[in-house]
């Protein structure tokens, strides 16, 4: 299992979470609305799984080159890939625990400190 706990610089907010693994925390934070969603482009999830899945980052490059040569074409394909992306099955199956670390870490904008503690079930 895995204990989270997350402060902001000033100390005022704090919360802890607790979770069977990485996964499960990414999508606890997010529920609990500590972290934008992974499939908000703009969110810093999105940017992190971009680093760790090279599907994501090849989807980000098509939607960037979309919006430079205002293509509505390539845009519409991109939607569509987009749109019928499995999370689970075609990004998270496929990343580590230390893949899922490095995007929770780097949600930083509400939860600036941030410590993992992995515990053993009693």
Known sequence: MIKW?????NG????EIIANDYEELL???VDR??????WNMDSQAFDGLC???????????????????????KMASFEKQFDNIDWHEDVFSKL???DFKYVIR??????????????EED
């Open 33 to 38: 609305d500590i972290i934008d969603g992974y």
């Open 106 to 119: 780097g949600c930083n904008s509400q939860a600036y400190y941030q410590e993992f503690e992995e515990v």
């Open 27 to 29: 999508e606890e934070l």
């Open 5 to 9: 706990n997350g402060k902001s610089t």
């Open 12 to 15: 005022t907010w704090r919360k």
């Open 51 to 73: 680093d760790c899945s090279e599907m994501l980052e090849k989807l980000r490059d098509e939607y960037q080159e979309a919006i430079e040569e205002d293509d509505d074409e």
């Open 96 to 98: 580590s625990e230390d």
